[in-house]
């Protein structure tokens, strides 16, 4: 069966912000990667549609993001209804992905929190056998939440996935994002931060960077191989 991971980022950056380095990894090991921004963005203090496009796309092909959808819901905006729900659990049934990625359930940013939860209704919306939905059902295995928060806070996450071998890959991506972090002078040194965080968690399992992640839900092991990778 075709390994595919599902990304849903409340904007466009969000992704590489928090997991860019693990799409860069899961990418090299043949995963199919599709990532859904909810929003486009705008508006912000350097950017515009067009330019937060062009600027999502350069990203994408440096992580190696061939799949990439714009479910166009209005920025600072974000609300848990019933037919954001069904908008995308339609793309999760079309994709059918065992891995499901969403923002961390706790943020000071509206749109991150409500994602969140708009991913879990919509994780649930698209097992449904009945009703106006498109494409077969699909209940992804497992569903992930990656770190992209306005809250400087100690998170506990479930494992940090190593991409040591993907961190400059990581920041190739967001230093496309110029508008963001390079022409808005508040964001300038927040790439040089991303960086550090990187290491940081890194540090904590013993590689040279990694992206944390949560999990409401056990995580299953098997073989001593992978309780040794510990």
Known sequence: MERVALV?????????????????????????????DLTDGEPTPHGSVEIRAA??????????????????LKNREVFNTVESRVALANVVREFKPQLLFAPYWEDAHPDHVEASRLVDAARFYAKFVKGELSH????????????????????????????????????????AYRSQFHAN???????????????????????????PFACREALCMSGSSSLFGL
Do not use: C
């Not at 440096?62 to 799949?67: P, Q, R």
């Not at 928060?149 to 996935?161: D, E, G, I, M, Q």
């Not at 190593?162 to 190739?172: E, T, V």
């Not at 790439?191 to 990694?210: F, L, N, T």
């Open 8 to 36: 849903v980022a409340p904007h466009p950056d969000d992704a590489e912000i928090a997991m860019g380095g693990t799409i860069a990894a899961l990418r090299a090991d043949g995963v199919r990667v599709v990532v859904v």
């Open 55 to 72: 600027e999502t796309e350069a990203a994408s092909k440096i992580l190696g993001i061939s799949e990439r959808r714009n479910l166009r």
């Open 136 to 175: 077969e059902p699909w209940y992804p295995k497992k569903q992930l939440y990656f770190f992209s928060t306005h809250l400087k806070v100690r998170f506990s996450p479930a494992f940090v996935y190593d991409i040591s071998a993907q961190l400059d890959l990581k920041i190739a991506a967001l230093d």
């Open 185 to 211: 002078s508040r964001n300038s040194g927040r790439i040089a931060e991303i960086r550090r965080e990187a290491q940081y968690w890194g540090d904590q399992v013993g590689v040279a960077a990694g992206e």
